[in-house]
């Protein structure tokens, strides 16, 4: 690239990315049934029929699902990490919807880390896997059908939301030190609860980001789905 007089080098795309990036998943790039994310680690992902589209993967609620196996990232007490996600809701006709769930089998206890929607009270339902009971978010428009930008971070001692770039969640929440019988799946948690709509790009980072930076994210990715 050339700037005035000088010639600046353009780095390829690999070479520039935060090195804090641990999953990577363009749902609206990636094809088949068993497919790699994008990122350095290359972790496998399983497709279960959900199927693809120009926006991403659409998930029927009723036996789709995408698993990912063990993210190792998620785990610790005091780990901190990202989860970011565009999703579109397809109806609002079923009570429970799960977003994701870093499970060991055991359909949403306390010692787990998840999120769904619930449409009876238009909230976010979320646990951190510590031992506490699973809190709720205030209010939310997913029942609106539209494309929404949804972060679930932790810091060493907190657990934090943000819906379309708006901070709704930021509250002490004790964090679980997982083990290795766990897997992360999104849409599903072990074949009960089944997500129902349409998933975008699908992000993970070993750390929390700042206000900043999920605003920018929110703003550079928004003009695929809005």
Known sequence: MQVGNLIRPTLPRQLVRDPSLVLDLPLYKLDGQAFNSVDAYGHLATNTGALWTPNGRTFDGVDDLLTLGRITELEGASAQWTIEFWFKLTDNLTNVRC???????????????????????????????GGEAEKASPVVSLADLGWHHIIYGKSATNALIYFDAALIVDTAFAGGAFTSSYTLKFADNFNVNFGKGTYGAIRIHNRLLTPWEILGRYIMSKGRYL
């Open 99 to 129: 977003f994701f769930a870093y499970d060991a089998n055991d359909l949403l206890q306390t010692n787990d880390c998840y999120m769904y929607w619930q449409s009876s009270n238009l909230q976010i339902q979320y646990q951190m896997g």
